[in-house]
């Protein structure tokens, strides 16, 4: 799910009831990211959970998300901060102003992380770089 609030981008992967059982199962997903240049992007995850344990991720658990293109150059990597007090929801932002990356498709967004228990995730998701057009009133300044 794709929002755009004055010209920044929020890719939101609404994850309830993710599971790290049996390599993992994600229960909704989007198709693509977009990630905009020159824009701050905030990257969300929500409900992380560990079947294993039972339990939500939380404080001790580790999430970062790592932009890659085509190639394999890593464009950026952000560390997920964990929402304290919330069930598994983790978020980020990256990029800004001056973030311009080339716009074009073959990027890869590339979760990964550690649960509080240990347990290892890792999920790619296609991404796309995108130009967001200028809209008159609206301003990052």
Same mark, same amino acid.
């Given at each position: 799910?794709?929002?755009?609030?004055?010209?920044?981008?929020?890719?939101?992967?609404?994850?309830?009831?993710?599971?790290?059982?049996?390599?993992?199962?994600?229960?909704? $997903?989007?198709?693509?990211?977009? /990630?905009?240049? =020159?824009? %701050?992007?905030? !990257? &969300?995850?929500?409900?992380?959970?560990?079947?294993?344990?039972?339990?939500?991720?939380?404080?001790?658990?580790?999430?970062?998300?790592?932009?890659?293109?085509?190639?394999?150059?890593?464009?950026?990597?952000?560390?997920?901060?964990?929402?304290?007090?919330?069930?598994?929801?983790?978020?980020?932002?990256?990029?800004? $102003?001056?973030?311009?990356?080339? /716009?074009?498709? =073959?990027? %890869?967004?590339? !979760? &990964?992380?550690?649960?509080?228990?240990?347990?290892?995730?890792?999920?790619?998701?296609?991404?796309?770089?995108?130009?967001?057009?200028?809209?008159?009133?609206?301003?990052?300044?």
């Amino acid at each position: 799910m794709s929002t755009i609030y004055n010209a920044a981008l929020m890719i939101a992967i609404q994850a309830q009831g993710i599971s790290l059982e049996g390599g993992g199962v994600v229960s909704a $997903l989007p198709s693509k990211l977009l /990630v905009c240049v =020159g824009n %701050t992007n905030i !990257l &969300q995850v929500e409900g992380m959970f560990d079947l294993q344990q039972e339990a939500y991720w939380f404080t001790a658990a580790t999430l970062s998300g790592t932009l890659i293109d085509q190639y394999g150059n890593v464009i950026t990597t952000v560390a997920l901060a964990y929402a304290s007090g919330s069930n598994g929801n983790f978020s980020a932002s990256f990029g800004g $102003l001056q973030f311009y990356p080339v /716009v074009a498709r =073959g990027y %890869t967004m590339l !979760l &990964q992380g550690l649960s509080d228990w240990g347990n290892a995730f890792s999920l790619p998701i296609l991404a796309e770089v995108v130009q967001v057009p200028i809209v008159p009133g609206i301003s990052d300044e």
